[in-house]
Structure formats: C-alpha cells, structure tokens
C-alpha cells in the first residue's frame, strides 16, 4: 500500500491571504457558530456564511486532489 500525501487545508482571509483568525466573543456557546471570525491579518469579518464558503473551497480542492491521486495511482 502506497501512502499519498495531500497537503494540508486552511482557511484564507479572501481580502488578504492569511490564515489566522480571531472568533469573536459570544454570549453563550449557543452564539459561536452565528459570529463568525475576523481576519487576524487585515481585521476582515467574516460571516459564517463567508466562512462556509472557504470550507467549499477546501471541500473542493481536496475531492480534485484525491481524484488527481487516484488517476495517477491507477495508471
């Protein structure tokens, strides 16, 4: 069995680039996933809708990656 690496998955600020960001303060566990997160880079916020998005991207790349993989492996 071969072992594939496929790199690793972050997030990106859209506006900047980075990869670090700050969650915001809730009032209660109930409220994190409502605040988003802002860009520890730019100061960006962003949405959980906007987050979700990158998380597609990730979702994304990562399916075409494993698919390269494969196509390459069973050749």
Do not use: W, Y
Request: aromatic content about 2%; charged content about 20%; glycine content about 10%.
């Amino acid at each position: 069995m071969t072992d594939i690496n496929l790199g690793t998955a972050n997030i990106q600020c859209p506006h900047c680039g980075s990869t670090q960001f700050v969650q915001q303060e809730t009032a209660g566990p109930e409220d994190v996933k409502q605040s988003g997160a802002v860009c520890a880079g730019c100061g960006k916020h962003l949405s959980p809708a906007e987050l979700d998005i990158e998380v597609d991207k990730i979702g994304k790349a990562l399916q075409q990656a494993v698919a390269d993989a494969l196509r390459k492996a069973l050749k």
